[in-house]
């Protein structure tokens, strides 16, 4: 085997939105692994300390330095004092992961108000958090990395009534775009990481009761289906794009996308 640095070695990752649905692997621990293994330091957030735990048992088995916070990413004050915690601990933030976010059923015509704003405010305003509170660090060390978590709905109707979450992730790639251009000259990247069907916890955690009838295997079963490859991704091909993005791999990339979706954007009909 070729001994070699790792690909984000030496850099320090938030990762926000660190634990799972459900048991296994989720993106955001899949990711925080895959950083642990290429040599990052991790800063891992999350709203539930069980999750966040096994997240961290990971990322310490794979031989990162790493220190976690229970945290609302949806809350302006608890970012930004996490973020200058994550500068005070370990010295500077090179790269956001922003991770959080999930879909509710819906049409418009159905959705009550509330839960209008709840997704907006989960999905995408926990992006816009991330990026406010980050990029002032990154200013200070001459750069820095965002990986933001969009989806497929956010491109293109997934045969499911999602209209919240659609508009939220369409938000997120829109928004990273900007950013990406806004912040160019400072040496601050900003991509989006688009996923598909993915085979994760919260197939089984949350979307086989929202809107798989309570039968997980025909949800899975028809998830395979509609995509072109014969089947979903899993949390591993989410994480390798990220750590892509988030590396100096991609020094060259910002303000663009990285679809992760075994060809569904480019299928018809769903
Ligand atoms: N799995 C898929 O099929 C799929 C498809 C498209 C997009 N995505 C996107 O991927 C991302 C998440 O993937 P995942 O597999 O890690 O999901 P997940 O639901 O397993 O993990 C999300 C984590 O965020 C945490 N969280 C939720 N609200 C929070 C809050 N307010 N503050 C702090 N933490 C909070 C949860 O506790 C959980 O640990 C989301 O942005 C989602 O929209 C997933």
Redesign the pocket.
């Known amino acids: 085997m070729v001994d070699r640095p790792g690909r984000v070695e030496g850099k320090v990752i938030v990762v926000?939105?660190?634990?799972?649905?459900?048991p296994g692997?989720?993106?955001?621990?899949?990711?925080a692994t895959l950083y642990a293994r290429e040599g990052a330091t991790l800063y891992l957030?999350?709203?539930?300390p069980d999750?966040?735990a096994e997240t961290k048992r990971l990322v310490v088995e794979a031989g990162a330095a790493c220190h976690t916070e229970i945290?609302?990413?949806?809350?302006s004050h608890t970012v930004r004092d996490l973020l200058a915690d994550c500068v005070t601990r370990f010295g500077r933030l090179d790269v956001m992961h922003?991770?959080?976010?999930?879909?509710a059923p819906g049409g418009v015509a159905e959705m009550p108000e509330d839960l209008w704003d709840r997704q907006i405010e989960?999905?995408l305003k926990?992006v816009y958090l991330g990026c406010h509170h980050a990029i002032p660090h990154m200013r200070e060390t001459g750069g820095g990395a965002i990986v933001n978590?969009?989806?497929?709905?956010g491109y293109r109707h997934i045969g499911t009534p999602i209209n919240a979450?659609a508009a939220a992730?369409a938000g997120v790639v829109q928004l990273s775009r900007a950013i990406g251009v806004q912040y160019a000259k400072e040496k601050i990247r900003c991509n989006t990481v688009?996923?598909?069907?993915?085979?994760?916890?919260?197939?089984e955690?949350?979307?086989t009761k929202q809107r798989g009838n309570n039968d997980a295997e025909a949800l899975i079963a028809r998830r395979h289906a509609q995509v072109p490859m014969g089947h979903?991704g899993d949390?591993w091909d989410?994480a390798y794009a990220a750590l892509f993005l988030a590396s100096d791999e991609a020094k060259y990339v910002t303000a663009t996308e990285i679809v992760v979706d075994g060809g569904l954007v480019m299928s018809a009909p769903i």
């Open positions: 926000a939105g660190a634990g799972s649905v459900g692997w989720s993106n955001g621990r899949a990711a957030i999350d709203i539930d999750s966040l945290g609302d990413l949806t809350d922003n991770n959080v976010g999930g879909s989960f999905n926990t978590l969009a989806s497929v709905a979450y992730k688009v996923p598909g069907l993915m085979h994760t916890p919260l197939v955690a949350r979307l979903m949390a989410i």
